[in-house]
């Protein structure tokens, strides 16, 4: 009994000393929430490809497909908490969804630019966005609402393989995939850290992209996977043999996504950009990519978190 009161009034001392800030040694939290699954087919059950990585209260958006503001809106992270935006690669359903994403987290407290992180033709999509948005902005800012003229405007990034971001939390590495003739294209893995700077927990999102050893390696022994995946049969039903063919080239199908990620060792696989997004389809994502990964898998819906 006497040992259990002087063991507390000791901690208590070293709290009161600054010497035991055990919760601010903490590192953050690091989840991944998906704020879109689907794929260029608009499906009010699924948005265009997106997702959130989530460092404390840093929120990281990783693709910008349709939808994305208003599924990043239902997470109940506000939206000014947006600290940077990536983009895989410039595919229309994985940007289509960046302008509403600049306006309304800048409407919404965003008062510093919005870092913009993305391959070569970054710097002029965001200088489209820019006149686009001219007159709306001007409003904004000088007549009516008076936001923050910083808010207003974004910084690019033009993104090379390696790291690209990194503060006390959290590390960003971009990788190249195969997603020819789409080039670049890239993935990224997410490090959250410790005090000391050691790797915590590890994310992995693999944009868009047919099976390659880049992203195997990066993507060695991750805590979560979040892959897109297709059915390659219903390119052959839905397009001419011509796309058909080339859809097949550069997308991951289930069989050959279980098979990056069994050997790759992930503890977690998450399956996104399904192509077909039909309920119907789910049974067989997980039979063809079971047959190679035998660790979990999940056929990602909207706002699932992980």
Known sequence: ?????????YAVVLLIGGVLPLAAQAPAEMQVILLGTGYPRPDPERAGGANAVVVGEKVFVVDTGRGVTIRLWATGLPLKNVRAVFLTHLHSDHTSGLPDLFTSTWVYGRSTPLELYGPDGIKGMAEGLLKFFAADIHIRRDLTEMLPAAGGRINTHTVKEGLVYEDPDVRIIAFRVDHRP?????????????????????????????????????????????????LPEFFDQSDTPEV???????????DE???????????L??????????????????????????????????????
């Open 257 to 267: 996504v279980g098979q990056v990620a069994a050997a790759a060792g992930v503890k």
């Open 1 to 9: 009994m006497l040992f259990s009161i002087g063991r507390t009034l």
């Open 269 to 306: 696989l998450v399956l996104t950009h399904v192509i077909p997004g039909d309920t119907a389809s789910e049974s067989t994502f997980l039979e063809r990519a079971g047959k190679n990964f035998k660790g979990k898998i999940v056929v990602g819906h909207d706002l699932m978190r992980f």
């Open 244 to 254: 058909a063919a080339i859809l097949k080239r550069y997308h991951t199908s289930a």
């Open 182 to 230: 789409v080039v670049p294209a890239f993935g990224f893995r997410f490090e959250s850290k410790d005090a000391e700077g050691g790797v915590t927990k590890t994310i992995v999102i693999s944009g868009d992209t047919h099976p390659n050893e880049n992203l195997v390696q990066h993507a060695r022994g991750v805590d979560v996977l979040v892959h897109e995946v297709c």
